[in-house]
């Protein structure tokens, strides 16, 4: 079935580091694929989406790109910030319309300044 | 717009016994979704809900059950609760439309089964 594998972490970075998650799938077809954050105390939030092979979804820094042939979606920042320590979870949706979602594991960064 | 609303935020319940949640959508959102995070299992989705109807069901034993309201709210019901339920339960709303498009999460339930 489908599935969703990304390094579980922690991962702990100091302000202005490189950051790497790395996620790879399992899925029959070509599905969209998701980044969910989880900031302290918040909801689980959209962080980006790419919707085809070879998509580059980003937003606040963060850039994921969906690459077919290797069957990765990972996420990457340039520069983290101490506001980015939070939860960070790959996604799947199981159904066309992207209303039911697998997830992996989730990888909790801590950033420090 | 209010966002996905969860009641209640917290709730104690001891073995054996049987719990409701409710998930209130974002207004005009038609798809709902629930979700169990657990420490060990990480974020397991459980069913989704869209006008009224139970679309795709995740992993659970029949325990876990769930329904949906004529004006999109739901509520999932646990039934002889186990030690091993203790979890978030999260709900998502979504709106459908030409593209998959993006689930708005609620801050959950926190379940305890003691």
């Known amino acids: 079935g489908d599935s969703v594998t990304q390094m579980e972490g922690p991962v702990t970075l100091s302000e202005e580091a490189f950051l790497t998650i790395n996620c790879t799938y399992t899925?029959?077809?070509?599905?969209?694929l998701f980044w969910y954050v989880q900031y302290p105390g918040e909801g689980l939030q959209l962080l980006l989406k790419a919707t085809k092979a070879d998509d580059k979804g980003s937003n606040k820094g963060f850039e994921a790109t969906y690459r077919k042939e290797t069957t990765s979606f990972h996420l990457e920042k340039g520069s983290v910030q101490v506001s980015d320590s939070a939860v960070y979870f790959c996604?799947?949706?199981?159904?066309?319309?992207?209303?039911?979602?697998?997830f992996g594991k989730g990888t909790t960064l801590s950033v420090s300044s | 717009k209010a966002g996905v609303t969860q009641t209640p935020r917290y709730l104690i319940k001891t073995r054996g016994q049987q719990v409701t949640l409710s998930c209130s959508p974002i207004?005009?959102?038609?798809?709902v979704s629930w979700y169990q995070q657990t420490p060990g299992q990480g974020l397991q989705f459980l069913f989704e809900y869209f006008s009224e109807t139970q679309r795709n069901k995740g992993n659970f034993p029949g325990r876990f059950s769930g329904r949906q309201f004529s004006n999109s709210r739901s509520e999932m019901n646990v039934s002889t609760l186990e030690l091993g339920d203790s979890a978030l339960y999260l709900c998502?709303?979504?709106?459908?439309?030409?593209?998959?498009?993006?689930?708005?999460f609620g801050q959950g339930t926190r379940l305890t089964v003691v």
């Open positions: 998502a709303s979504s709106l459908l439309d030409s593209n998959p498009g993006q689930a708005f």
């Open positions: 899925a029959t077809g070509y599905p969209s």
């Open positions: 207004s005009g959102h038609r798809s």
């Open positions: 996604a799947l949706p199981i159904n066309q319309a992207g209303t039911a979602l697998i």
